[in-house]
């Protein structure tokens, strides 16, 4: 019988207002962009302008469409096929998540940039060099990224698909393609594409780094340009409206064509089918390849930092100091959040969930950077307003992870503590804690990982002593000296894994029976 | 004094109607068809099923009906999760006294006391996870008895225990919670006779008044029979 919640819990009321003031904060930055932007702001979006959003959606789309196509073979590859590392390839998948995306920049470079493996094998041919940077670059960034992701959504569509219908397919030498694997694919895809469109229209740091000139720039590194070298904060007011409204609508042509989220258990068993000799061969290159590209960069990476290590820039502590401060506080303020969030549920929940996933981080950056400009010179709160958003970012992953533990924990044991009077801090304690360690350990993990590596708001806000692991990589990288950033990301790459193993290893560690 | 007055519970196309007295000390069994609502009647008195409950109830004249389930004078023993299992056994009687955990010594010494009164000396450092099903049973009713309230709801707390481990702690409960009201659910009329004083009969959308026992089984109501059919 279903268990009515009696009244607002004391846990629930704190949710409620930490939802009120996130959607505060969300207004102060919305306010602060209309009263900026002038009331003729269409009008005067300039050639350039346009040439942004057009540029913004145009990568979005081809990133999304590229990793939702490519994730096909590669999906269906590991759907059929058993193999040694195919549990370990799958792990991968999830890894994104966790890897700083400036670290990837960097390890992609040295793979397809100007001196990377692709124009060295290019040259020794007599080619190239091909430059990276531009519409390519920008998608090339966000293929490995979404990929992994898109490669998720589609194996889980293959493992829905019952082995009876494989079997009685072939059994009637009905074509599997025509008549199973087609219709799911329809069916999934649009949501794979529309999760990772919606990524990618707000994916500032690829953007940034692997996008080039006039040609190649999006909404958000436009708003970059103007507040950081223009100082012009009515054209950054006029863009951040734009790219809030196109963050909006894409959400909901996300909403409209996703059927569902997709859930990350069972991937690991393969759909058994004989298939054919050529076939096999196909989906061992496929499988290679997608693993290369995946693990490649990253060694690459490796490889240079333990070079680079010996020799470590300046600023390197302090910035990772910084990095840690941020990723700490944002690892125990999210899960927090997400608890008293889901604990008051309802519209509370549905806001926190759905504004920081519409509007992106750099959007509200910007808007608070607006407000506070006249107060105080805002980087004096460059790395509180960094972690205050990155922890609104992570929410709506803490909180689709939090949530349901936090059902599991009332449905077995709400009763019993309600019996014994354990409300407020009793029932954290005792109840919320203990039984939804693994939870909020993950999401702590997750929160704190993605602090680590955002290259995001810390970009408008920092001046040259807030320096964290990702602007320091950024800006030696702008310098040219690649062996100093290799060395950054290495480091940084190490602590954003530590934090996200410490986390989640803590919330697993000495779990209770029960 | 018990007083359920005018009870009325609706919850999604399901009603239950209940409007009785009973005196303090007793113990009773609930027993009905399964999906009657035996376990809704007792959640209701619990508190457990927030607004979906009109009327009223009170205890010794007072009302409790508006309090929430830790402010009524009411301990109950679900079918299960009556242990939290990170938590030491000392530490789940504990929150019988005080919810926040901390404990005098006297508290301490309360705890060992009630844990050698349902046999269980010495386990107070164990987590429930290392008890049999039986020990864990009992450890809930030392729990209950450390509570301390007048009324007892029993919501088939032993359903899972073999036979003579139910008899024993049927026996184990008359004893240790004499004095106080206990309402259990059961489905077996075994448990009945055993244990009970009166019977509430829950059929057809009305927990019908308490009638004595064992009387209310020699000679049933037309329905309590058709119920029972060849096990009476």
Redesign the interface.
Known sequence: ?A?????VSPLGRVGAALAVLICGLYLVAGLAVGVRAPSDSIARLTDGDWAALRFTVLQAVVSAGVSVALAVPVARALARRRFIGRGLLIALLGAPFVLPVIVAVLGLLSVFGRGGLINDALALVGMGPWSIYGLQGVVIGHVFFNLPLAVRFLLAGWQAIPAERFRLTEGLGGSVWHLLERPMLREVAPSAFAAIFLICLSSFAVALTLGGGPSATTIEVAIYQALRFEFDLQKAAVLAALQAALGIGGALVALRLSVGMVQGAGLDRPVLRQSGRVAGFVDGVVILAAAAFLVLPLGMVAAKGVAGLGDLPDGLPAAAIRSLCIALSVAVATPALALAIAARGGAAQGVAMALPLSVSGLVMGTGLFIAINPVIDPAVLALPVTALMNCLIALPFAIRVVAPALARAEQ??G??A??????GV?RV???YL??MRRALGFSAGLAGAMAVGDLGVIVLFAGQSQETLPLLMYRLMGAYRTTDAAAVALVLLVMSLSVFWVFDRGGRADA??? | MLRLDRIDIV?DGFRLGADWTVEGAARIVVIGPSGAGK??LL?AI???????VTGTMTWQGERFDPL????RP???L?QD??L????TVGQNLT??LR???KTTPKDRERVARALSEVGLDGTEDR???TLSGGQASRAALARVML?DRPIVLLDEPFAALGPAMKEEMLDLVAAKLAGRLVLMVTHDPADARRFGEALVFVDGGVAEAPLPLPDALESPTKRLAAYLGSRK
């Open positions: 019988m268990r009515r919640a009696l009244s077995a044991y009763p019993l309600d019996g014994l009077g354990l409300h009793a304690r005792v109840l203990p039984r209770a029976s029960g | 919850q376990s809704t959640s619990g508190g457990f099923l927030g607004g979906d929430p389930p830790s402010k009411v301990a109950t679900f999760n009556n939290f299992p990170h938590l929150l019988g919810p926040d955990l987590l429930p996870a509570q």
